[in-house]
T-cell receptor, first 114, second 111 residues
Framework: AQSVTQLDSQVPVFEEAPVELRCNYS??????LFWYVQYPNQGLQLLLK??????LVESINGFEAEFNKSQTSFHLRKPSVHISDTAEYFC????????????FGKGTTLSVSS | DTGVSQNPRHKITKRGQNVTFRCDPISEHNRLYWYRQTLGQGPEFLTY????????KSRLLSDRFSAERPKGSFSTLEIQRTEQGDSAMYLC?????????FGSGTRLTVV
């Protein structure tokens, strides 16, 4: 069975600073990896995903994540954050078997202040 | 593509009552998932359907929880004899290939 550990429950940063949200997973098989974002009082939105190929994946709003198989990590980074990035971020994993559910971490609250 | 629709958005019920939530997935998404999310936690997987077949239900929280997807389209999640600990956001997601789409959820408050 898969599991996900998000190492930081809260990350406060100032606007325009870089940020890294850490995610480690555990699985005995090959996995797909995802980052979802949840803004206050809104649903989950897919931020980016790793399925195969290049280990570095990017989102349209400047976030990127790198799949590191040896370290079983999928950390999320952004070189310069905005106030509007304030949200809850969830890392999730599923294995390659058809139909497997996404398993989520507990989430990291990113708070960006000016 | 109208997205995943969940109804109602909010439900307040008295302890001991039964509640039922509905999820309408994206059409042609044959896989449907139910999750529960409590405050400060990530979504917790409950059950999964492929078409009308419920392929995983061991993670339903108790025998008070049940789900159906009778015609392989919409799904319902029922909680019988609700308890205060059932208060949470209940999320539905549908899936095609590796693309999961989540609904906005039903927030349940048990008083």
């Amino acid at each position: 069975a898969q599991s996900v550990t998000q190492l930081d429950s809260q990350v406060p940063v100032f606007e325009e600073a870089p940020v890294e949200l850490r995610c480690n997973y555990s699985s005995s098989v090959s996995v797909y990896l995802f980052w979802y974002v949840q803004y206050p009082n809104q649903g989950l939105q897919l931020l980016l995903k790793y399925l195969s190929g290049s280990t570095l994946v990017e989102s349209i709003n400047g976030f990127e994540a790198e799949f590191n198989k040896s370290q079983t990590s999928f950390h999320l980074r952004k070189p310069s954050v905005h106030i509007s990035d304030t949200a809850e971020y969830f890392c999730a994993v599923s294995d390659h078997q058809a139909g497997t559910a996404l398993i989520f971490g507990k989430g990291t609250t990113l708070s960006v202040s000016s | 593509d109208t997205g995943v629709s969940q109804n109602p958005r909010h439900k307040i019920t008295k302890r001991g009552q039964n509640v039922t939530f509905r999820c309408d997935p994206i059409s042609e998404h044959n896989r449907l998932y139910w999750y529960r999310q409590t405050l400060g936690q990530g979504p917790e997987f409950l059950t999964y359907f492929q078409n009308e077949a419920q392929l995983e239900k061991s993670r339903l929280l108790s025998d008070r929880f049940s789900a159906e997807r009778p015609k392989g389209s919409f799904s319902t999640l029922e909680i019988q004899r609700t308890e205060q600990g059932d208060s949470a956001m209940y999320l539905c997601a549908s899936r095609r290939t590796e693309s999961y789409t989540f609904g906005s959820g039903t927030r349940l408050t048990v008083v």
